[in-house]
């Protein structure tokens, strides 16, 4: 990918900051959901646990911090992840493909609830790059409209599938574009012990690391990374918090 690149200074951040996008220009119908909480119930409950934490926010220009990522979920491996995040703290960013949050809106809800950041990963895991602008629009668009059935808001961040993207993504996208430096390749190696391996090793201050929460495998590798990289001192934050709360519109750390 022909990217250019900038080294941040206090957490090896490289990104580039592009124009702004389209934004939320598409409507599909949504896809029928189970029987769920009401909206107002679903708002009360998310909003509370998402505001709850009383520790202020990490402040990753003063401490070691890297986000883990976990893609194209939810699915049945999801509350498991969730129970292990919470175990040690850890707050790490979904990005969720649309047609699983149809199947699995609670996994989300709870995802959501427990103070993880949800990202757009398009409705069905196409390569973008090979649609045309109104089929990534409703990729995106069909994708926000789950989300927000399932928690009421719509995902400030997007991830292409195989991180494929070219100008018409980013602007049906609309908002920052978030890849990855350290790929765990988690894919392929159905092995957690080398997953965890890959990930710790890799790590550096800053950096966006790439699960797939869709494995057990990976599921599995996660308490070992937790506990070698808390042991270094870092501190597990969404993406969003990494940038300080505001994501440049493409992100694409080397960190
Ligand atoms: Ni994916």
Request: glycine share 8%; charged share 20%.
């Amino acid at each position: 990918m022909n990217i250019g690149m900038r080294r941040g200074t206090s957490r090896a951040i490289a990104a580039v900051v592009l124009t702004a996008g389209l934004g939320g220009a598409g409507t599909l119908a949504t896809t029928p959901e189970p029987a769920q909480a009401s909206t107002a119930e679903v708002a009360l409950s998310v909003g509370a646990a998402a505001e709850a934490p009383a520790a202020k926010p990490v402040d990753c220009r003063r401490v070691k911090c890297v986000a883990l990522t976990f893609d194209d979920g939810p699915g049945k491996y999801t509350d498991a992840l969730l129970r292990t995040l919470a175990a040690y703290d850890a707050r790490a960013t979904f990005f969720v493909v649309g047609q699983n949050v149809a199947a699995y809106p609670g996994a989300l809800r709870r995802t959501y609830a427990a103070g993880h950041e949800i990202g757009n990963h398009s409705w069905s895991h196409p390569d973008l790059t090979r649609l045309s602008a109104a089929s990534v629009r409703s990729q995106f668009s069909r994708t926000d409209q789950a989300i927000k059935a399932a928690i009421g808001i719509r995902p400030k961040l997007v991830r292409p599938p195989y991180g494929a993207f070219d100008t018409t993504v980013r602007r049906q996208a609309g908002r920052p574009v978030v890849m990855w430096s350290v790929d765990t390749l988690d894919w392929r190696y159905r092995n957690s012990a080398r997953v965890a391996r890959k990930a710790v090793k890799a790590v550096r201050p800053g950096s966006v690391i790439l699960f797939h929460d869709i494995h057990p495998t990976t599921v599995r590798a996660i308490p070992k990374v937790l506990k070698a990289l808390s042991k270094r001192g870092y501190r597990f934050v969404t993406v969003s918090r990494l940038f300080g709360g505001s994501p440049p519109r493409l992100v694409y750390s080397r960190g």
